[in-house]
Every structure is written in structure tokens, then in C-alpha cells.
């Protein structure tokens, strides 16, 4: 099968290998500026993975477009409406794309495959690939679940039969708008991991429990099926982003506590502001999420405002576990 990897960041050139080693007529597209192509370009690797004869490299996104029958995504989420404009000045009328990015647009609240929808792509041809993994696990032959999500059964199925593995098993989805809500949500869930790491550790396990409640209130006030959050996509997710030494959003909270800077891309910054937008668009309560907002986007000393934060939620009146 050809497949398209729009994308050779991490996760992007280790899906790309992925696909690879599982028989896939592979090409891999990034900016000709960008530092991670430019990476690949001169040294065939990166420090995640190595590419191979079975993986083509190019620059040229009509070639990328036009060569696969499956298009898979893999950027930054805020920038993906943008990008679509720049797919669909070609033909994908018979294109199948594959998000594999975990975000919600900061400026609207909307779910990446509403944003390829409203760019001109069917519903029909979308999937999203999310769970849990981390490259670096990966790549050492550590195996973990996954799940491929669309509102196309015929699609997911198809999917599932192509990509899985022994290194990956994968689960059919079936509730596309959980699935998105939850995968982008465990991204600042694992901030809020990052700031306890240094303030409570011990209220990690608090924080799995009351951040996976409030991402189901969520999601089911949004008309999707709250169980979704207590799936791979969100709570499997975060139960592997809260204690791995890899995930970007777990150190950028760990750093913010101790008043220093991340300088890597951490996606629950901007996916904290679009659930903020949500949580006052549909009316739900989101105390752990806005507390993540706050100490993201707030001034002053970093340290002190996440300790600040914890303590306001301390003061919340008491309630029932799980209210709606």
C-alpha cells in the first residue's frame, strides 16, 4: 500500500518507519526549512529513528499528496488548517487521512477532523490514530495499544488490518468526538502530572481519577459517549504520559513548577485553552483544566502560581464524586 506521512518530527518519522517495516511503499514529507527534514536529509536519521531504502524523503508536498492512497497527518494541531489548504489545492477526492495528532484548535474549541472537514475532506475518509507509546519505548521493541477511530466502520476496519503489528495492537474506536476530546485532554493532564511531580507526587493518582471525570463530563455534555474518556485514547493515554520520562507536556509542567523554561513543543498549553473555550461554551466545570490554563498563560513567578493553583482546588466546596 502507498502511504503518505505528511510530517517528519518524531512522531511523524517514526510513523513513517513504522509503516515501513510493515511493508508499506513509504514517503516521508517535511518543509524543505524545517530543522527535522533538513536532519533526515543529511544524515538519514534522527535521534529516534534511522531511515532506510523502503522510506522515500522528499520536500515536494504535490509529490507527497499524489503518492499515497492512505495521507497521514503528523504536525503541530494548530497549524492543521492552515495545511489543509495547502493538501487540497490538489486532488484527494479519492484520498484517505489518517490524523495522528492529538489537539484541539485554540481559537475555535473545534476537533482536528471537524477542521479537515470544513476544509472540503469527507467524513467519510477520515480516521485518527491515537493512544498510548512513546517513540523512544517503541523503537526498543516495547509494544503497547492503540486505537483507529472514524465514524467510517468499513474505514476503521481497513486500517486496523494495514497497521497492526506486534509491536502495536490496535482497538476499533467508536465514538470519534470522545476519542479526539480525550486523546487531546491527557496532553494537559500531563502538565498538570509535570507541576505535581515537583509540588505532590503523591496526587498523581488523584489527578488520573478527577482529570479522566472531567473529561468525560465533557465529552458526554458534548454529545459524545463519556466512557470514551476512561479508554486508551484519554486515561490509557495519560496513565503512560504521567510517569514517562519522555513526554514533553509531563516535563513542561515539571519545569513551570520549578521556574524554568521547556523549549520543546508541548501540545496541553494551547489544547488548555481550547478547553477552556469549550468548558464555557457547553457549561461544564473544568477545575483541573482551567487551573492548567492558568498557570500556562498566567504572569509572574511560574513556581509559585502552579502552587497557587493547587491550593484553589483544595478550597473547592465539597461535592459527589461523580456529578455531572
Request: with cysteine.
Amino acid at each position: 500500500m502507498k502511504i503518505s506521512v505528511l510530517g517528519c518530527g518524531r512522531w511523524g518519522s517514526f510513523i513513517a518507519w513504522y509503516l515501513a517495516h510493515r511493508g508499506h511503499h513509504v514517503l516521508n514529507w517535511g518543509p524543505e526549512e524545517d530543522f527535522s527534514y533538513q536532519i533526515l536529509k543529511t544524515t538519514g536519521r534522527n535521534e529516534y529513528v534511522a531511515l532506510d531504502e523502503r522510506i522515500r524523503l522528499t520536500c515536494d508536498l504535490q509529490e507527497a499528496v499524489e503518492h499515497g492512497e492512505i495521507i497521514v497527518i503528523s504536525i503541530s494541531s494548530q497549524g492543521l488548517r492552515g495545511f489543509a489548504k495547502r493538501i487540497l489545492q490538489y486532488d484527494v477526492s479519492k484520498k484517505i487521512f489518517v490524523l495522528c495528532m492529538k489537539g484541539i484548535e485554540a481559537e475555535t474549541g473545534k476537533r482536528l477532523s471537524e477542521i479537515l472537514v470544513e476544509s472540503g475532506v469527507s467524513l467519510q475518509r477520515i480516521a485518527v490514530w491515537v493512544g498510548p507509546g512513546h517513540i523512544q519505548s517503541f523503537v526498543q521493541g516495547v509494544p503497547n495499544c492503540m486505537v483507529i477511530d472514524s465514524v467510517n466502520d468499513a474505514l476503521k476496519h481497513e486500517l486496523v488490518h494495514a497497521f497492526r503489528s506486534d509491536l502495536i495492537r490496535f482497538y476499533y474506536g467508536n465514538d470519534l468526538l470522545g476519542t479526539e476530546i480525550g486523546a487531546a485532554a491527557k496532553n494537559v493532564m500531563g502538565i498538570a502530572a509535570g507541576v505535581l511531580d515537583v509540588i505532590c507526587p503523591p496526587l498523581k493518582g488523584a489527578l488520573m481519577s478527577r482529570g479522566a471525570r472531567e473529561v468525560a463530563r465533557l465529552i458526554k455534555t458534548m454529545g459524545g459517549n463519556e466512557l470514551s474518556a476512561y479508554g486508551l485514547a484519554h486515561l490509557g493515554d495519560y496513565e503512560t504520559t504521567l510517569f514517562s520520562p519522555y513526554s514533553h507536556n509531563r516535563m513542561y509542567g515539571e519545569l513551570l513548577a520549578k521556574g524554568q523554561r521547556f523549549d520543546k513543543l508541548a501540545e496541553g498549553v494551547t489544547t488548555s485553552k481550547a478547553m477552556k473555550l469549550l468548558g464555557e461554551k457547553y457549561k461544564v466545570e473544568l477545575p483541573i483544566t482551567e487551573a492548567v490554563y492558568t498557570v500556562c498563560y498566567g504572569r509572574g513567578d511560574d513556581a509559585k502560581r502552579c502552587r497557587d493553583e493547587l491550593s484553589k482546588l483544595f478550597k473547592r466546596p465539597e461535592c459527589t464524586e461523580m456529578y455531572d
